[in-house]
């Protein structure tokens, strides 16, 4: 599959999920353009690879996703990644805690999906990367998947006002994967509870049927399938990689 002449923005695409997905687009083809808050790894990344610009931006600020995409320039792929991941008992949940969830993980996505749309010459793809906890519920983490299911509910709804015209939407629900983020959940497990490393991972892993993490690059192969041949009409889906567990 070659995606040689479309333009592709990835939020949060510093490290983790974005940074594999771009490297995966720009061997593709594709003009990549990397956004996130943390410059050194964005610059990091844009310097490995000529395919790949790096644009700082914070996905909560709605003027900073504008000018987001003033210098991204025109793109035919969209990918709202950005997000972060929060764990506690929802009544010692504070409200700041409540609207820094919502804010990177639902509002950030809405505004990326928003102005991409906007700005789309034609054909596009609108991908968001939601989670295994926007189909489900999840102890400990009622902000989080209550953000979740939103991105899910703003994917269906946006795929059928697009219908028509050649753009789909759709979401990515992965499981717990094998990323930074998930690393510091365990850290905050341990550290909660006074288990070891090794048996917070494993109350992870247990989530998935296959008794395992989902690698990064199976995030990115969903990705660049819904942006190729034979994907025209998948629009609208919430597409779990979760070894079976929803």
């Given at each position: 599959?070659t995606?040689?002449?479309?333009?592709?923005?990835?939020?949060?695409?510093?490290?983790?999920v974005?940074a594999?997905?771009?490297?995966s687009f720009?061997?593709?083809?594709?003009?990549?353009?990397?956004?996130?808050?943390?410059?050194?790894?964005?610059?990091?990344?844009?310097?490995?690879?000529p395919?790949?610009?790096?644009?700082?931006?914070?996905?909560?600020?709605?003027?900073?996703?504008?000018?987001?995409?003033?210098?991204?320039?025109?793109?035919?792929?969209?990918?709202?990644?950005?997000?972060?991941?929060?764990?506690?008992?929802?009544?010692?949940?504070t409200?700041?805690?409540?609207?820094?969830?919502?804010?990177?993980?639902?509002?950030g996505?809405?505004?990326?999906?928003?102005?991409?749309?906007?700005?789309?010459?034609?054909?596009?793809?609108?991908?968001?990367?939601a989670?295994?906890?926007?189909?489900?519920g999840?102890?400990?983490?009622?902000?989080?998947?209550?953000?979740?299911?939103?991105?899910?509910?703003?994917?269906?709804?946006?795929?059928?006002?697009?219908?028509?015209?050649?753009?789909?939407?759709?979401?990515?629900?992965?499981?717990?994967?094998?990323?930074?983020?998930t690393?510091?959940?365990?850290?905050?497990?341990?550290?909660?509870?006074?288990?070891?490393?090794?048996?917070?991972?494993?109350?992870?892993?247990?989530?998935?049927?296959?008794?395992?993490?989902?690698?990064p690059?199976e995030?990115?192969?969903?990705?660049?399938?819904l942006?190729g041949?034979?994907?025209?009409?998948?629009?609208g889906?919430?597409?779990?990689?979760?070894?079976?567990?929803?």
């Amino acid at each position: 599959m070659t995606l040689q002449g479309k333009r592709v923005l990835i939020t949060g695409g510093g490290t983790g999920v974005g940074a594999d997905m771009a490297r995966s687009f720009a061997e593709a083809g594709a003009e990549v353009v990397v956004t996130g808050r943390r410059e050194a790894h964005l610059t990091e990344l844009a310097r490995a690879n000529p395919n790949i610009r790096a644009v700082v931006a914070d996905v909560t600020q709605e003027q900073s996703v504008r000018e987001m995409f003033e210098a991204a320039g025109p793109c035919d792929i969209v990918i709202a990644n950005a997000g972060a991941a929060d764990s506690g008992l929802l009544a010692r949940t504070t409200l700041d805690q409540w609207n820094a969830m919502i804010a990177v993980n639902l509002t950030g996505v809405f505004l990326t999906l928003r102005e991409g749309l906007r700005q789309m010459p034609g054909w596009g793809r609108l991908i968001s990367v939601a989670s295994t906890a926007g189909l489900r519920g999840f102890a400990y983490a009622a902000p989080y998947a209550a953000a979740k299911h939103g991105v899910v509910g703003l994917t269906r709804s946006l795929a059928l006002e697009v219908a028509r015209r050649p753009i789909t939407v759709n979401a990515i629900c992965p499981g717990y994967l094998d990323t930074e983020m998930t690393d510091r959940s365990i850290a905050n497990i341990v550290a909660k509870t006074g288990k070891s490393t090794e048996d917070a991972r494993a109350v992870l892993t247990a989530t998935n049927p296959q008794d395992r993490l989902i690698r990064p690059d199976e995030v990115t192969a969903t990705a660049l399938w819904l942006c190729g041949p034979g994907a025209d009409s998948v629009n609208g889906q919430a597409i779990a990689l979760s070894g079976g567990e929803i």
